[in-house]
């Protein structure tokens, strides 16, 4: 299945910003959405096409993408941030695929 | 308000079959694909598959294919996701997710069905 590598934790100090990476061949020209999944719940939807944010994510929360790398950036990043982050895409045929994910820590 | 319920935790035995449901609400059922997403403990996300109720149009990653079936009633606006035998490596999250088409993102999850195969 299509590979999309992100680094399996980041950690930041409270009110630093976060960045999160997810590479993939096909990112310049496939969209990158990202998941947040807190402990013991269902994933949420972060961003999506790359930059947007859905109705009532944060503004803190942004996403770009630039060649084979898309990133999503928190800023001022809090504990209710930490989180298992998911970055999610397609190959050229269109098949769907998961990052491995991404464990943000806030201390 | 969009609502995806999935039926509740089951324990089952190696070899039992199995069907566990989603029951979407708050949308036109028959206009979104509705996916299926395995959580084994303690690890990510994969794509298993997805249906388009109107239709029943159905894909599978290469990874679950013949491992599972994916179907849907549209009348009674719910999803299923079956196993005929099911193995110990089954156990894991399974969640449903709602999506505008099979290459495009999840907008509304499900609250994530338990299953445990175990002897």
């Known amino acids: 299945s299509y590979e999309l590598t992100q680094p399996p934790s980041v950690s930041v100090s409270p009110g630093q910003t976060a960045r999160i990476t997810c590479s993939g061949d096909?990112?310049?020209?496939?969209?990158a959405y990202w998941y947040q999944q807190k402990s013991g719940q269902a994933p949420v939807l972060v961003i999506y096409?790359?930059?947007k944010r859905p109705s009532g994510i944060p503004e803190k929360f942004s996403g770009s993408s630039s060649g084979t790398m898309a990133t999503l950036t928190i800023s001022g990043a809090q504990v209710e941030d930490e989180a298992d982050y998911y970055c999610?895409?397609?190959?050229?045929?269109?098949?769907?695929?998961f990052g491995g994910g991404t464990k943000l820590t806030v201390l | 308000e969009v609502q995806l319920v999935q039926s509740g935790a089951d324990v089952k035995k190696p070899g039992e079959s199995l069907k566990i449901s989603c029951k979407g609400s708050?949308?036109?059922?028959?206009?979104?694909?509705i996916g299926w997403v395995r959580q084994m403990p303690g690890k990510g996300l994969e794509w298993m598959g997805i249906?388009?109720?109107?239709?029943?149009?159905?894909r599978y990653s290469p990874s679950f294919q013949g491992q599972v079936t994916i179907s849907a009633d549209k009348s009674i606006t719910t999803a299923y996701l079956q196993w005929s035998s099911l193995k110990a490596s089954d156990t894991a999250m399974y969640y449903c997710?709602?999506?505008?088409?099979?290459?495009?993102?999840?907008?509304?999850w499900g609250q994530g069905t338990l299953v445990t195969v175990s002897s």
């Open positions: 997710a709602r999506s505008p088409s099979p290459s495009r993102h999840f907008d509304y």
């Open positions: 249906i388009y109720p109107g239709d029943s149009d159905t």
């Open positions: 999610y895409s397609t190959d050229s045929s269109g098949n769907p695929s």
């Open positions: 708050g949308y036109s059922f028959t206009t979104y694909w």
């Open positions: 096409e790359d930059t």
């Open positions: 096909t990112l310049p020209k496939k969209y």
